[in-house]
């Protein structure tokens, strides 16, 4: 079977809430986004809340800098129904303060990609390397994915790469949006990612 892959990007939508305080509330927060798994670095009573200069529309997955997955019960139970909540997938729970700093009712969790899949086509890729280190990409900004090297069961991934940037494959957006959930901003793979 051929599918289209995506990255994922911000949503850009003024109206909706965003997380911005995760590298305040977790120290070693940046080991999220090399696809270990990190529950004892995000415990369960982390407590991530709203920014205050963006809307107040709650979506099924939260916008932020951080590149991270701030996801709803809702895209965490599709995650489950499809198998990847486990080896491919971690999901770790945190407690989502309101702009007065009160709980909000809706259970949240990152989610963490664990699977890492190096299938960069360098040669239809648009890429910059590391000025300390050659062999090491900065960032990608036009992604092409060698669709032979993507294990039939990955469905979310890393780019093996650029660990930090994550992989949506098609028929788990088409998932996502059956279910109609809300926040989610995709970008097709052979087309530029934004900034």
Same mark, same amino acid.
């Given at each position: 079977?051929? /599918?289209?892959?995506?990255? %994922? $990007? !911000?949503? =850009?939508?003024?109206?909706?809430?965003?997380?911005?305080? =995760?590298?305040?509330?977790? #120290?070693? /927060?940046? /080991?999220?986004?090399?696809?270990?798994?990190?529950?004892?670095?995000?415990?369960?009573?982390?407590?991530? @809340?709203?920014?205050?200069?963006? $809307?107040?529309?709650?979506?099924?997955?939260?916008?932020?800098?951080?590149?991270?997955?701030?996801? +709803?019960?809702?895209?965490?139970?599709?995650?489950? +129904?499809?198998?990847?909540? @486990?080896?491919?997938?971690?999901? %770790?729970?945190?407690?989502?303060?309101?702009?007065? $700093?009160?709980? &909000?009712? #809706?259970? /949240?969790?990152?989610?963490?990609?664990?699977?890492? &899949?190096?299938?960069?086509?360098?040669?239809? +890729?648009?890429?910059?390397?590391?000025?300390?280190? !050659?062999?090491?990409?900065? *960032?990608?900004?036009?992604?092409?994915?060698? #669709?032979?090297?993507?294990?039939?069961?990955?469905?979310?991934?890393?780019?093996?790469?650029?660990?930090?940037?994550?992989?949506?494959?098609?028929? %788990?957006? *088409?998932?996502?949006?059956?279910?109609?959930?809300? @926040?989610?901003?995709?970008?097709?793979? $052979?087309?530029?990612?934004? @900034?």
């Amino acid at each position: 079977m051929t /599918y289209s892959f995506y990255t %994922l $990007g !911000p949503s =850009l939508d003024p109206r909706a809430v965003q997380v911005v305080d =995760l590298p305040d509330r977790v #120290e070693d /927060y940046f /080991y999220l986004s090399d696809g270990v798994p990190c529950a004892s670095y995000v415990p369960p009573t982390t407590e991530l @809340g709203f920014y205050e200069g963006a $809307g107040d529309m709650l979506t099924d997955f939260i916008d932020n800098p951080d590149r991270m997955l701030y996801a +709803s019960q809702r895209v965490q139970d599709v995650l489950k +129904s499809r198998g990847l909540v @486990g080896a491919a997938v971690e999901l %770790l729970p945190f407690v989502l303060l309101d702009k007065r $700093g009160r709980r &909000v009712r #809706e259970s /949240y969790a990152i989610v963490n990609p664990l699977v890492r &899949v190096s299938c960069l086509d360098f040669e239809r +890729s648009k890429y910059r390397r590391t000025a300390s280190d !050659p062999n090491e990409l900065a *960032e990608v900004k036009l992604l092409h994915v060698r #669709e032979d090297a993507v294990p039939e069961d990955a469905q979310l991934f890393r780019l093996g790469e650029l660990p930090r940037l994550m992989v949506l494959r098609s028929d %788990l957006l *088409e998932a996502f949006q059956q279910a109609g959930l809300s @926040g989610l901003a995709v970008h097709l793979a $052979g087309k530029t990612i934004p @900034g």
